[in-house]
């Protein structure tokens, strides 16, 4: 059974129409995972996407949240370049940074620094994870095998920085990190004292036993 609930769809786990691909919510997709319509790329939320993880529309580039873009990480419409936040533009803009403009080009800073949280907004719950609430509140779960649970950016970016204390000086140590700004986008305050565990007498932070428990692990 390819638990299909709409209509003409040759994947598995669509519940759109004409779907190719697998895990479709919009129509006529070839690609998977999209929830727009009409996309032969994967992971659109737009329509008319040749791309892939695009939120916008009739793009043929990828990651671009704008419409009509043939580069690619373009926010804005109508850009050939890549990076671009305005409009019909073939060249590549210095890089901003906490509202700071620096002196490189955006592949200039990608080249140096990292900015990259392994994190998910989005997770497939399967039907024999989900709770009786989940069930009452997702229709179609049956049909489909589960349901996309989406969870807050912030509570996300938080329990990242939580879980991994290693990777915290390479964003302290960005150019001109702002600790404000930082905590308003990913709701991550850094100047909040860590929270300390005693152990036989002895208080410890949680990054320092979770490192402590890596080293004994290897």
Do not use: Q
Not at 28 to 37: E, F, I, K, L, V
Not at 46 to 75: E, Q
Not at 176 to 181: A, K
Request: hydrophobic fraction near 20%.
């Amino acid at each position: 059974m390819k638990t299909n609930t709409g209509y003409r769809n040759s994947g598995y786990r669509n519940t759109g129409y004409r779907n190719s691909g697998y895990r479709n919510s919009g129509y006529r997709n070839s690609g998977d995972c999209n929830s727009g319509d009409f996309n032969s790329g994967n992971y659109n939320s737009g329509d008319y996407n040749s791309g892939n993880y695009n939120s916008g529309d009739c793009n043929s580039g990828s990651f671009n949240s704008g419409d009509c873009n043939s580069g690619s990480f373009n926010s804005g419409d109508y850009n050939s370049g890549y990076r671009n936040s305005g409009s019909f533009n073939i060249n590549e803009p210095k890089m901003r940074l906490f509202n700071k403009e620096l002196d490189m080009t955006v592949s200039e800073f990608k080249s140096k620094y990292s900015l990259y949280m392994n994190i998910s907004l989005n997770t497939w719950i399967d039907e024999s994870n989900m709770t009786d609430a989940e069930k009452d509140s997702n229709e179609g779960w049956e049909e489909v095998g589960g349901y996309l649970k989406t969870i807050e950016y912030k509570d996300v970016c938080r329990k990242w920085w939580e879980e991994n204390p290693e990777e915290h000086e390479r964003f302290l140590t960005l150019p001109g990190f702002d600790s404000e700004i930082f905590e308003e986008i990913t709701g991550i305050d850094v100047d909040k004292p860590e929270e300390m565990i005693e152990i036989d007498g002895k208080k410890w932070s949680k990054s320092t036993i979770k490192e402590a428990l890596k080293v004994h692990a290897k």
